[in-house]
């Protein structure tokens, strides 16, 4: 499978990971399964931010609340590996539900698209560019 991002939101992001090298970053993607039309930084809460990610729950109610409301779908979410590589890590996996959404991870100056499609477990999605 493939998820259609395009070139311009994936440079803004992969930018964003390289300019914070002591934390990870995190946000929302937007747009439908197949296709990431938007991006939206969100602040990592996570008690050890250098370690983990945790998207502040206010910001993904506010972003659901919106898409009920006829704005754009949530279909996953966007977090750096400041120190590593954009494969999901075992805490990753730990937090994968199975729900089909779009992780996209970011490291060492790239990043990869993986979809959650089990309990514990991605796939990886190619990245395509519209």
Known sequence: MSVTISSEVLTQLVAAA?????AE???LLFGTAG?????????????NPARTFEIDPKALFVAHRRARGGGPSVVGHYHS???GLPNPSPRDAAQAMGDG???L????GA???WRSVARGAFVEETIDDP
């Open 18 to 22: 390289n300019a914070s090298p002591d």
């Open 25 to 27: 970053i995190c946000g």
């Open 35 to 47: 296709r990431i039309e938007a991006a939206e930084a969100c602040a990592n809460v996570a008690v």
């Open 81 to 83: 590996h400041p120190s």
């Open 101 to 103: 959404a779009v992780w």
């Open 105 to 108: 991870i970011l490291g060492g």
């Open 111 to 113: 990043a990869r698209a």
